[in-house]
C-alpha cells in the first residue's frame, strides 16, 4: 500500500508472485495464502486501471482456487476455508468493479453449469455486487 500506484511498475513480477503463491497450499493455516490474497486486494485498489488486462490470468487462478479450496479434504480447519473463500470472492469483486462488470459477464456461464454450493454461492456474491 505504501507504492501506491507505482506499484504498476512492479506488476508483471508481483502477479507471478500470487499466481504461485494461489496454487500451493501451504498448511491448515493458510497463511500464506491469506496474506497473498491481502496483496492481490491491495493491489487491485492502486492499480485498477491496469487489472483489465490482467483479467484472464486472475479470475483463471481465483476460480481455481475457489474450487481447490472447496475440494481439498486436509487438515484446513473450516474457519480458515471460510477466510479464504471470502478473500478470493473479494477480489473477484474488485476485479469486476475495475474492469466496468467483465467478471460477472465471464461468470455468468460457470455459475449456471457450476453443481457445488460454496462455489456457486461465491460467484453468486460477485454477481450481485454493485
Same mark, same amino acid.
Given at each position: ?7 504498476? =511498475? ?21 497463511? +500464506?495464502? #491469506?496474506?497473498? #490474497? ?34 481439498? =479434504? ?6 480458515? =476455508?471460510?477466510?479464504? #473463500?471470502?478473500? +478470493? &470472492? @473479494? ?8 474492469? @466496468? ?9 460457470? @455459475? ?7 462455489? =456457486? ?5 460477485? @454477481?450481485?455486487? &454493485?
Amino acid at each position: 500500500s505504501r507504492l501506491g500506484i507505482h506499484i504498476v =511498475r512492479h506488476l508483471k513480477r508481483l502477479e507471478r508472485v500470487i499466481l504461485g503463491y494461489l496454487e500451493v497450499p501451504d498448511g491448515p493455516e493458510e497463511k +500464506a495464502r #491469506l496474506g497473498i #490474497l491481502e496483496t492481490l486486494q491491495c493491489t487491485i485498489e492502486h492499480a485498477w486501471p491496469r487489472m483489465p488486462c490482467r483479467l484472464p490470468v486472475l479470475l483463471r487462478a481465483l476460480l481455481r482456487l475457489l474450487w481447490d479450496v472447496h475440494t481439498e =479434504r486436509g487438515p484446513t480447519p473450516e474457519p480458515v =476455508r471460510a477466510a479464504l #473463500l471470502h478473500g +478470493a &470472492t @473479494q477480489c473477484l469483486i474488485l476485479l469486476d468493479h475495475c474492469s @466496468q462488470g467483465q467478471v460477472k459477464v465471464l461468470l455468468e456461464g460457470v @455459475q449456471s453449469s457450476c453443481e457445488e454450493n460454496r462455489v =456457486r454461492e461465491c460467484l453468486r456474491k460477485v @454477481q450481485e455486487s &454493485t
